[in-house]
């Protein structure tokens, strides 16, 4: 896909800074003149029409031929207050600066998030992924060290880039994959046999775009957690999410068409803030129950019903006895044989990882587009719309039958609760002024940033988290069965929690700090030091580009057999995205 | 007395056909030889079906021993030459009723066990999870337990079979016997009911009817752990004479001792999956106050001795399932099992999956079973049974038949129609 559309948007690292008049560096482009030493780990910048990258090279002692580029993920292009830098993992996280915000800025984010201090994604290269940080640094970097270590033992060459800007990057990214891979084909690595490119989240769109681009220099491509299906669609399930808080929780969320970074920043500090101190007797100025309303917005979102906490499933103990006493909170709040509690809870934190990506993601890609397309202030810059979705058709029938029990139950008395909160969602159903109508233009350049189109030749080992919050695993089912159906040297894995549920509660009723679960669950959380799930991927990628495919497919179903974590099943397939135009009327 | 032991809490409560030229052996394959498998779950020797439901839990009361029972059938068939030669394995798993168990253990039996069919898989929060999957690997679903009319979608659901009639068949027919019963038909009536399927349901089946309620009021599931005082007062302040009641049994349960506390003291006439007697003493409710509720039913009771079909079922348990009672839900298991041996039998030695498909949409009619409502099985409805007799609760706890006929409906528009249906006479061995 042409990034010509986008040279442009360097002008827009600049509107970066206008949006909070935050400095944007500028590095001299510098890239090495000679191979990478086996053994070392080389760095430097390339030089693009789009900006300056930074890259890492880090060889193995003794090299296969083989070099895996490797892409990030979405690291957020605006000051995070550092009130919500713990909820979003940013923390100590390598991936993103603390600076200080001053003058106007400063005394705004003091005035409003009680600090001047924020966290901002930098640019900094990785060459391996390293699970969520929601796990907490430490294990995320070891698990990362892990599999790092064992490639370079295996002889793979390691080589990754940042982006010369973040947000929606996938311009820049394949901008700088490009140049790396001029690099090391131009002598950066001597005695390259094969290229092969992975990504994470947004990077396996980075990935997979560069794979497409170059189809002769790149032999393999690895999207893990994937957002296949593209921005419009990941952006539509935020505005499902949100706007079904709208309607029913919070009437003064924007949801989209942010004019500027405050509303955006208000929109998030409103749904977290009501996450953080909602009961299951709360119910929201509009008079509905929040946990219900929540668990109903990410329902018809297409959010899971497992956390990172709460698996869904595990009844706590605590539970039961209440039964026979008839225990006002629990009876009126949930029903406990159907383990609709679990999923609701888990439903209270999956809202609270989507909404970051869903308020402060589409603000970024907004500015983008006013940007790209050259609207006017005040332009319509919303590139989803809900004018006419029919939120009922969001919710299947086996959804329905499923979780009738949670979202009817409430502390309030309330008759028929669902059947309420839907007669809510359709009141505004055309009505411009509460809805949103897309603006063609945004979409327009929305839809024209590099994206994936499954037209890739080379072989795609694929992996998502079946419970993935910010990047549903109906991505990856998208992929294979919309965007690229018919391709045969594709393999998609899905990991899995353990069956037995992961929720653990201490004796008086309250979840244990030992609740731990490391893959199935989460954005992007594969497990190596453990699991062994992306050592698998790069072995049966590298089975494919070295064997062919009749051998790359045996050793996919080896894997898939054998491997820790991941789906056993051949003809397993996750729950589908949400398809809004098709409910739409 | 159980009368209709569909599963319903609250609370408390590859399609892989291997073809037969895949044979690997490079010589020819001796005519002697026995047939190669020809479907998943069938062997020449046996056929392999699989269930789930609740077997530990608190929702597992009544409803554990489905499996044994309806086991205890097909070991009494395996007795007995099985299905064309075959004998009948039934493996089941414990899902606790828990929603995201289901899947789980749904998979092992697809996956571990290699199941032919689904048979008798349990509930509607629990079956949701995986009708879908079953349908999309072509896997037949036979006899799901639950009154829930979702799941008769020929179209969406073409494995999937539902036995019970359901709730909208239930309110269809309830507003049959009102209007044509003078001490029903007289009174001021409302309704209540649970929300979510039991309340979509009933209202759809209602409205269908044409019927319309004084007042209307609804309970969460998980309310009546607590009171439903509330709405036993909405109920009492707007004069119901009549009240329906559409819930689960420890709801009803919870609603007449309410009533009865508030002096409210109305007709009641109770979904059959809310008004098992049995269960309604267990609950601890007073057989006084059973005494005189007015509750639809399919099948004969289990303490109907006079019943053949009852009498045969309950002497093959007591030989093949010694440890299992014979009790509505047993009965209901057990019917379901004979149910589904005739479909297979019938569908021949070549047994495949598409096969008894076929043959359920198109000879249900041949098929006996101790209902006593038409089953109504084709390529575009898989309804089960279709309709209801009427009964009311003596002191004695015997649900007593207040018509000597049936009523039937469908799930579609329309409303419930007398039927001049017979059950077919019970044959001496109830073999398939």
Redesign the interface.
Known sequence: MSTRPFTRLIAGVAAAGLLLGIPVAVTTASAQSSACALGATCEGNLAGTLGTSPYTIKMPATFNGTVLIYSHGYRFATPIPERFAGPLGLLNNPNYDRITLTGTDGATFTAAFGSATAYIGNNRAEIVPAPAATLGLAAAAASAADLEASLLAKGYALAGVGYARQGWATAEGLEANSNLIGLINSGGIAGVKKIAVWGSSLGSTVALATAQANPRTVSGVMPLCGVQAGPIQAFDTAMTVLFTWKALVAPNLRVANYQSYAQALTDLATVLTTLGTSTSATVSQVGYPVFQANFLAGLLGGLPTKSATFDGQTVNPLFLPTLATGNTALALSYSPTSSGSSSLAAMLQNVGAAAALGILGRFELEQRARVAGNLPAGSNLAFNGNLNVDYTKLLSVEQRAQFADALNANTAGQEDLLDRMFAQLALSKGNATFRYQQNPTVVGVVNALPGVTGKNPQPTVAISDLYDAVTPAGNLLAYTQTLAPKKRNSVAYYTVPPTSGYTQFTPAGAISPTTAVYSGVGHCNFADNNGGQLKAVVDVLATYMNSGDVAGAAKANSVRRRTNGIESDRAFQPPALKDTAAASS | MPTNPRAR??????ALAIAAGAILAVGVVPASAAPAPAETGVTDKQIVLGSTLPLT???SAGYKDLAPAAKAYFDYVNANGGVNGRSIVLKYYDDE?????TP?ET?KL??ADKIFAMFQALG???H??V???LN??QIPDLFVNTG?S?FDNAATYPMTFPLFPSYVVEAKAMAYFIQNTPDLASKTRCLFYQ???F?DDSRRGFADAGMTFATT???????Q???LA?QVAKLKAANCQLVVFFGVTSATARLLGDSARGAFAPTWLVTSVGADYDSLVAAGVPAALINGVNSPSFLPPANDAADPYVAKFKAILSQYGKDVPFNNFTLSAMNAAYLATQAMALTGPNLTRAGLVTTLNTKASQLKSAGLTPLVYSKSSHQGYTGYYLGRYDAAGNLVRQTDFVVTATNGPGVAAKSTYRRPAAPAKLLP
């Open positions: 809490f609250g609370p408390v409560q590859r839990g608190i929702a009723y828990n929603p995201a168990k789980i998979r697809i996956n509607t929060p629990t949701s999870t009708v879908r999957d999309r690997r829930y979702g929300a979510g399927e309340g009021t609804s309970y969460a599931s998980g309310q752990l607590v009171s509330p």
